[in-house]
């Protein structure tokens, strides 16, 4: 406690000290591990690799300075997501007007059999291809779907953690990914290679 | 299990949010079901590019580089404030005599006082910095609606006339809470809101603003004042004297007293503007006064 702390005739350096390099170490062990899952979240949220660094740093930056607020280090990660999502809700208010319009929902329609990605491998240029083009399609989403999607797929949490993040609740959480891989599969379907063409 | 309801399911299923026993149901329905297989296909091809497209990207090494050397300023700067908080927040024992452990039902006060003042202090840089930079009333009150689900009654300008720069969402003492900043003729003026009451501690010196009791506590340079109004926790934090943060405060009750009632349903009424004419409240009163 602080008063223990002054009672006990700690000085005060020592006590600013030991609390910056604290939060200096804590932000090494708990937050730059995260750095990568950072990145990539920013890369689908935000539409050039310059914003997404901005967004990541911004949020890495404002996470070292609320580190004390962080008293689980288990949760660190759904904890950093969340001054990411945060930060990049103001990004997108400052850059209100330049969003994307909404992608139209429209009945199902199957994707092309697409080769196998079970193995998370990228290994032909049509498989390459193919992936952009998920990427570009993920883009074009509307925001919280593609934050639906981000989370799901790149950070890869849970329901119940999303929708701590998100700040929805976990039905909503269910048909924002549903309404979402909706989408992308009508994106997709609309601009994937002929099924022909994938078999290589 | 029906083909509906496999299918329905199938995002939960890839998803891994079904239990074993669910989870193993829809997969003996898959095994015998080519339509529900099919489906699944399509949902598993989704699933498996964005993985891919997941798992591409590093974080470029300039990046982690300019992140650690914007911490190591940071932290000079954050020393500064931290310590005059850590004295602060001493002096706040030793002459409110209030205890951390106290035995109220809420969280404790200085906890809340303390944050507040954290959050005042951090939030005195560029506009920028907060997540909604408006002016506009209505616009912040949809924003607090959205983000905190609460709307609560707020002053469109402060007591000099002093006009809003915007807000953002902070914890005090572990709940989540509206700051909303105004700029004040010299420093800003931090107005937190939290959609829930907050009981006061025992024997906390308390006034009488407006016929609400209101709990000021000083924080080194920086006086703080917080009230319960309609449901919600009102704290003010200012660097400024204790009759100008009851002066705030008094504008923030009877601005709540005039939308309730004046004006039809709360969601439905306007922001109104304060006038810029310096109005103090009109009565302030120590505990047990007349």
Excluded at chain 1, 33 to 40: A, C, D
Excluded at chain 2, 27 to 32: C, P, Y
Aim: with cysteine.
């Amino acid at each position: 406690m602080l008063a223990d702390r002054v009672s006990l005739g700690m000085s005060e350096a020592t006590v600013i000290d030991q609390s910056r390099d604290g939060r200096v170490q804590r932000f090494h062990e708990q937050i730059l591990p995260h750095l990568t899952p950072l990145y990539r979240a920013a890369l689908r949220l935000v539409s050039t690799s310059a914003d997404a660094e901005d967004l990541v740093q911004e949020t890495c930056l404002r996470a070292f300075q609320a580190l004390d607020q962080l008293k689980d280090p288990a949760a660190a990660k759904a904890w950093v997501f969340a001054v990411l999502r945060s930060v990049s809700l103001r990004h997108f208010e400052r850059e209100a007007g330049s969003i994307v319009a909404p992608v139209e929902l429209s009945e199902a329609r199957p994707l092309p059999q697409a080769p196998s990605f079970t193995n998370a491998a990228a290994d032909s240029p049509l498989q390459r291809a193919l992936i952009e083009e998920v990427r570009a399609a993920t883009l074009r989403l509307p925001r919280p779907y593609r934050e639906a999607i981000v989370m799901a797929h790149v950070a890869g949490f849970s329901y119940r953690e999303m929708s701590q993040i998100l700040e929805i609740p976990v039905g909503t959480v269910m048909s924002r990914l549903f309404r979402a891989r909706r989408m992308l599969r009508d994106a997709l379907s609309d601009t994937a290679p002929a099924p022909s063409k994938l078999v290589s | 299990m029906t083909c509906r309801e496999v299918r329905r399911g199938l995002d939960l299923y890839l998803d891994d949010e079904l239990t074993v026993l669910e989870a193993s149901r829809v997969q003996q329905h898959l095994d015998r079901c080519d339509g529900c297989r099919k489906t699944m296909q399509v949902q598993v091809s989704l699933h498996g590019m964005l993985t891919a497209d997941a798992i591409r990207d590093e974080a470029p090494a300039r990046l982690r580089e300019r992140i650690l050397e914007r911490v190591a300023k940071e932290s000079p700067k954050r020393a500064a404030w931290l310590r005059h908080l850590i004295v602060s927040a001493a002096l706040a024992f030793l002459v409110c005599g209030i205890l951390l452990d106290s035995d109220t039902s809420g969280p404790p006060v200085v906890p809340l006082a303390t944050d507040a003042v954290a959050w005042h202090m951090d939030s005195r840089g560029p506009p920028h910095e907060l997540e909604l930079s408006a002016a506009d009333p209505a616009r912040l009150a949809g924003w607090m609606k959205e983000r905190l689900g609460m709307v609560p009654d707020f002053p469109a300008n402060g007591v000099r006339g002093d006009r809003m720069l915007g807000a953002r969402v902070t914890v005090l003492a572990t709940y989540r809470a509206a700051q909303l900043v105004y700029a004040g003729t010299d420093e800003p003026v931090s107005l937190f809101i939290m959609p829930r009451p907050f009981p006061p501690p025992p024997n906390a010196p308390e006034r009488v603003v407006e016929g609400v009791d209101v709990y000021p506590v000083r924080l080194g340079e920086i006086g703080v004042v917080w009230w319960n109004d309609g449901g919600h926790l009102y704290l003010i934090a200012a660097r400024a004297s204790e009759a100008d943060a009851l002066a705030f405060a008094a504008l923030c009750v009877r601005n709540s007293r005039m939308k309730q009632g004046t004006h039809g349903p709360r969601s439905a009424r306007p922001a109104i503007r304060s006038t810029h004419q310096v109005v103090f409240p009109g009565v302030i009163r120590a505990q047990g006064s007349s």
